[in-house]
Nanobody, 125 residues
Framework: QVELVESGGGSVQTGGSLRLSCATS????????MAWFRQAPGKEREGVAT???????FYAASVKGRFTISRDNPKTTLYLQTDRLTPEATCMYYC???????????????????WGQGTQVTVSS
């Protein structure tokens, strides 16, 4: 079992930045693959960024160049640096983890077993 707790959300104006954090209960094989997802009201949850066990990162086209995913060396905290935010980024942001995720499913919600409760990001124009 892997427990995930997100923090760092808040309200910013267009062009602003936020750094989201996701603390894991401990570094285990269960959190080898980690990702950030987001969900707007009435919309599907979508993958935003993923980080692989050896540090490789991949991003959704909508955030590439503006968001950066990273994790600390003990692999107990996952981060998402969000820059140049726009109102379209107003969502609940979730971190997710699993022991193994195939490359074709890195941005698939169903591929991840463990989820946090989410942190709200609101961007005003």
């Amino acid at each position: 079992q892997v427990e995930l707790v997100e923090s760092g959300g808040g309200s910013v104006q267009t062009g602003g930045s936020l750094r989201l954090s996701c603390a894991t209960s401990r570094s285990t094989d269960g959190s080898n693959y980690m990702a950030w997802f987001r969900q707007a009201p009435g919309k599907e949850r979508e993958g935003v960024a993923t980080i692989l066990p050896r540090g490789g990162t991949f991003y959704a086209a909508s955030v590439k160049g503006r968001f950066t995913i990273s994790r600390d060396n003990p692999k107990t905290t996952l981060y998402l640096q969000t820059d140049r935010l726009t109102p379209e980024a107003t969502c609940m942001y979730y971190c997710a983890a699993d022991a193994w995720v195939t490359s074709s499913r890195w941005f698939a919600r169903a591929a991840y077993t463990f989820w946090g409760q989410g942190t709200q990001v609101t961007v005003s124009s």
